[in-house]
């Protein structure tokens, strides 16, 4: 029996596109390919809001969160970390022998401009990574307000981790200043996972031909040249590809961006309505996520308890606290294609397991 997802990635997978990535291959050195490629690209685009080129990776998200660092840092990066996906970035980062400091906030508390801002005075740093929208603790982080402050600094490249948040939020990439942003298809896209997509601007184009090859597979000049052909530089996960097709047509011509937008947003709202009546919600308010909610456990609930109820009889699951929260809190995903009937249908059952009113 399926187990409607309401976790924070993999998410819930409509049937369409099940079936679209059933479609017969196609080579991908082919005109048809090309077209499904350049199809793809002008909606990913209109969808964030860029006339930058979006590449895609035929990888999870961690794959392109090395290309960024890997390619775009040639003194020193700075990494923002207010949880545990930011601070896997500067993991990645340091790992590839890449030099870098962490900024390190509490997990759920804000990181203010003024921060960032004291750290890029001081000429030590070409490149700055942050999440938006942090997976671990349902925060969504003001990635606008940051980006004005890294671009107030000369040739301070800045790469953003949107991998829960690109397609159920906002992010304007040209406006708000941004030189990767990158997510998984696995998300709020709606997808199975195996494919990543990111924006790449000039500069980090440009940057990546001055820094000292550091990846083969993530090479970006190299994968720039291919893109230039609307092409993959490597043999691509096509059933994904035709699966991301087939959704942003959806996204863009049918349920449309904005509507796309609203729609998480209110449905993120229901939960977080519902987590402050009986529990309450884990970052900094004003602060919260639009594609899922971390709710604080302040009844001390076993959620493992609640979780294997919600499988083993409603055929339901949510997702536990992350890490070293397991228990102190668990997730409510709105991501993809959730409806306000499924929101409202797995928070009444919880209600009903739990004996809320």
């Not at 490629?37 to 809001?49: P, S």
Request: charged fraction near 25%; include cysteine; charge should be negative.
């Amino acid at each position: 029996m399926h187990e409607k997802l309401f976790t924070p990635g993999p998410t819930e997978v409509r049937t369409e596109l099940l079936q679209a990535m059933a479609d017969p291959q196609v080579h991908h050195r082919t005109d048809e390919f090309s077209e499904i490629y350049d199809d793809i690209q002008v909606r990913l685009q209109e969808l964030l809001f860029t006339k930058k080129p979006v590449f895609l990776f035929t990888s999870s998200s961690t794959g392109a969160m090395e290309s960024a660092v890997t390619n775009g840092v040639k003194k020193r990066c700075l990494n923002l970390a207010n949880g545990a996906f930011a601070e896997r970035w500067h993991k990645i980062t340091v790992n590839n022998g890449v030099p870098a400091d962490l900024l390190d906030q509490d997990w759920g508390r804000a990181i203010t401009p003024e921060m960032v801002d004291d750290k890029l005075s001081t000429g030590k740093y070409d490149a700055v990574t942050m999440v938006f929208n942090e997976t671990s603790v349902g925060m969504m982080n003001d990635v606008e307000k940051i980006g004005e402050v890294v671009n107030d600094h000369d040739d301070v490249l800045f790469m953003v981790d949107a991998v829960s948040g690109m397609a159920g939020a906002k992010i304007e990439v040209d406006n708000w200043g941004i030189d990767m942003c990158l997510a998984g298809v696995q998300k709020a896209f709606g997808l199975p996972s195996g494919l990543a997509v990111a924006s790449v601007s000039e500069r980090l184009l440009d940057r990546a031909e001055e820094v000292e090859p550091r990846s083969y597979y993530f090479n970006l000049p190299l994968l720039h040249k291919y893109h230039k052909r609307s092409q993959t530089r490597t043999t691509p996960a096509i059933p994904q590809i035709f699966g991301l097709r087939e959704q942003l047509m959806h996204i863009v011509d049918e349920e449309g961006i904005e509507n796309r937008f609203a729609r998480h947003d209110r449905l993120s709202g229901i939960v977080q309505d519902w987590a402050k009546k009986y529990f309450d919600v884990f970052p900094e308010e004003g602060y919260w996520s639009k594609t899922l909610t971390c709710v604080e456990n302040t009844r001390g609930i076993s959620v493992a308890d609640l979780n294997e109820e919600l499988i083993s009889q409603h055929n339901a699951r949510i997702a536990n606290g992350y890490g070293d929260m397991k228990e102190e809190t668990f997730r409510i995903s709105n991501m993809a294609d959730l409806t306000e009937i499924d929101i409202r249908g797995v928070l009444a059952t919880i209600n009903d397991i739990l004996g809320l009113e």
